[in-house]
């Protein structure tokens, strides 16, 4: 029995082994970068924002604030961006929040956390995103603030 079926195990690589060749050539040519298919190229151009951002809530030491722009294309990783602070000509603070992009969308929604935050302060903020690997997406917002209760 044990003879049995060491032969059915070597059966299907002796078969495989005339047309091992041809079956290497065929992934070698596949692997071949000059003959490999390029995904298409994703466009990356800048974005406009359809609703404009927003205090989505507020409470404590922290707030969530969220937008929503045309699809900015680019890489699907993507980074919702708040630069803020206490004076509107020095947001020099910045919160960011991971999104996946779906490519199949006309839109965008990003939410973005912002932490550590004083109590009874008045924040300035504009919003921003970037792909994955740090290329902003050039959202042009004029700043919005709110009070931290």
Not at 46 to 72: F, G, K, R, Y
Request: charged share 15%.
């Amino acid at each position: 029995m044990r003879g049995l079926h060491i032969r059915m195990l070597l059966l299907p690589a002796i078969a495989t082994i005339g047309g091992g060749m041809l079956f290497a050539n065929a992934i070698h040519a596949q692997a071949n970068p000059q003959t490999a298919i390029a995904p298409p190229a994703r466009i990356h151009r800048p974005v406009h924002i359809i609703e404009q951002p927003t205090l989505e809530s507020v409470q404590n030491n922290l707030a969530i604030i969220t937008w929503t722009s045309d699809n900015p294309g680019g890489t699907e990783e993507h980074f919702g961006i708040v630069h803020y602070g206490t004076d509107p000509k020095h947001l020099t603070e910045t919160a960011k929040s991971h999104i996946r992009l779906n490519p199949n969308h006309s839109y965008t929604v990003f939410r973005v956390r912002v932490d550590g935050l004083k109590p009874q302060t008045t924040y300035y903020y504009t919003v921003d995103s970037e792909q994955a690997n740090g290329q902003s997406d050039e959202v042009k917002t004029g700043v919005a603030h709110f009070t931290n209760p």
